[in-house]
């Protein structure tokens, strides 16, 4: 393999090892998607298992197989068989802790209320930032990844804005868990792709608007009790003629 110039992120500078070419993210390029991922996945109290972090992270950052196995001995030859990418992932927690991430138990973490913003300042900004580069807002969803299987991304940033133009309500049942609630259902909810991610074997444009549309969990399930799912339309027919 012929040696190139690459960022080491071990030292933070731009070096050669071997032929191993360096192409992971800085630690700190991390923080914010992992603060992110805890927010989207953490349910209410924004918490989840240190080991669930690496492979979707490692699915954002588009790294290959080996670069999610790799170890310290692979690339410096120093003995050590800690995973590269896994120590990454925690350096970037490590650089946050006690600000934004606190341990809710052991091998679990957990976003502070500061840690919460964080994650929803960022949501927010991206979501900002393709309202005022488009008037309608594209977004590239479900390109596969060449991983340990196939996995469909599910862009966050779709997720947030399907939720701020069609809102909070299920839109077949039509329950709103914060008027049902209260506080504890605020801002809750699921978004349901009307074409299944797992039946699209290309990337392609999501209009949040057209091809997502808010559930909430019961209706999410009924849906999804045949492939293709269900449409809205059908389960609302549905639902009303059990009611009837």
């Known amino acids: 393999m012929e040696q190139q110039e690459t960022i080491d992120i071990k030292s933070g500078k731009i070096s050669d090892i071997g032929e191993i070419i360096i192409s992971y993210p800085y630690f700190f390029a991390i923080v914010e998607p992992l603060l992110v991922f805890i927010y989207e996945n953490g349910g209410d109290v924004h918490a989840v298992k240190a080991k669930d972090t690496y492979e979707p ?9 080996i670069e999610r196995t790799r170890t310290y001995d692979d690339i410096y030859k120093n003995g050590r068989n800690a995973i590269y990418w896994r120590t990454l992932v ?5 650089s946050v802790y006690i600000r934004y991430m606190m341990p809710a138990s052991k091998g679990v ?37 060449a991983a340990i299987s196939n996995r469909y991304e599910r862009s966050i940033i779709a997720r947030e804005i399907c939720i701020k133009k069609l809102g909070y309500t299920c839109a077949a049942c039509k329950i709103d868990f914060a008027q049902k609630y209260g506080s504890i259902g605020k801002g809750y909810i699921h978004i349901h792709h009307k ?4 039946n699209i074997a290309e990337e392609y444009i999501v209009n949040p608007e057209l091809d997502m549309v808010p559930v909430c969990p019961n209706c999410h399930a009924m849906l999804h009790k045949k492939d293709p799912p269900f449409t809205i339309e059908e389960l609302t027919k549905m639902m009303a003629n059990t009611a009837g």
Request: proline share 2%.
């Open 109 to 145: 973490w957990t976003l502070t209320n500061q840690g919460v913003q964080v994650a929803q300042q960022v949501i927010l900004k991206h979501t900002n930032e393709l309202y005022a580069s488009t008037s309608e807002a594209t977004i590239t969803e479900g390109s596969k990844k």
């Open 57 to 65: 992270l490692a699915d954002y950052f588009n790294l290959t197989e």
């Open 90 to 94: 925690q350096r970037a927690k490590n």
């Open 195 to 198: 074409i299944p991610l797992s």
